[in-house]
């Protein structure tokens, strides 16, 4: 992958394939480009489809640069690495596909960002948003820094720390991730979303929890289900269909 600094001086890697109308693609917490992305064959059936693919590596994760410091995250880090790489590749007009925390990325962007003309957000529910988020962050942060998994009690921090675990991920860095403030937009922010928006997800995700209802607070979205759940809707061929058909009703 290609890297960058961002506005901080973070490293942030990406990499762009394809030509044509761009789509730019941002994974989910403890995950990166290759597994949300590539792997699934999402990126693919979009470079299929004509366009150009983008992917991002958030900050802490993939090949990008991960801090330890909670203080490298806040402040709406990650969204301001998307606007940054849009300044490095001179992207006028960009498609965001987001899949769970990168579609709260895509959330929080898009009502400052001018670039982008839709909005993909896959494995995002208004449910999670409303959730007591400083509570369950602080269960996951402390369950990826513990020294033994087995003693993780919650089983949503135990899930996340296995995933975590499964994917080699810098569970030090991550756990800055939960410590650094809510990643969730406000329900302001969906009121000014103006653009093309489609809300996806797994028929048996029950991380997220109120995808129409996201989408019902997003003006003028759409909601589909696809098979799966909050892990292995991603990687259903529902769903890469699902994005390819929306941007080329667009």
């Not at 761009?22 to 064959?41: D, I, K, Q």
């Not at 330890?68 to 960009?94: F, G, I, K, Q």
């Not at 990325?105 to 982008?116: I, K």
């Not at 020294?147 to 499964?166: E, G, H, L």
């Amino acid at each position: 992958m290609r890297r960058f600094n961002s506005f901080d001086g973070v490293e942030i890697a990406y990499d762009v394939l394809g030509d044509g109308e761009a789509v730019l693609m941002h994974h989910g917490f403890a995950s990166e480009s290759g597994t949300n992305f590539v792997r699934p064959g999402v990126a693919q059936a979009v470079l299929d489809s004509g366009r150009r693919v983008v992917l991002i590596d958030a900050r802490g994760h993939g090949e990008s640069e991960k801090p330890h410091d909670p203080a490298a995250y806040a402040n709406r880090a990650m969204v301001r690495d998307v606007s940054a790489l849009l300044d490095v590749l001179a992207l006028e007009r960009v498609h965001f596909v987001g899949y769970s925390m990168g579609s709260f990325v895509a959330m929080r962007l898009a009502p400052v960002e001018a670039r982008l003309v839709s909005l993909v957000l896959g494995g995002a529910g208004l449910a999670q948003m409303r959730s007591r988020r400083g509570e369950e962050a602080g269960l996951i942060a402390e369950a990826l820094e513990a020294a033994d998994p087995s003693q993780i009690a919650d089983a949503t921090a135990r899930a996340f720390r296995n995933f975590a675990d499964a994917t080699r991920a810098d569970r030090l860095a991550l756990a800055a991730v939960q410590r650094s403030g809510s990643p969730f937009p406000s329900l302001d922010e969906l009121g000014r979303i103006a653009v093309p928006t489609l809300v996806v997800n797994g028929v048996n995700d029950t991380l997220t929890g109120g995808p129409e209802a996201l989408a019902a607070a997003i003006p003028g979205a759409s909601f589909l289900s696809v098979p799966g759940d909050h892990l292995s809707a991603v990687v259903q061929p529902e769903f890469r269909q699902a994005v390819v058909n929306f941007l080329d009703r667009l």
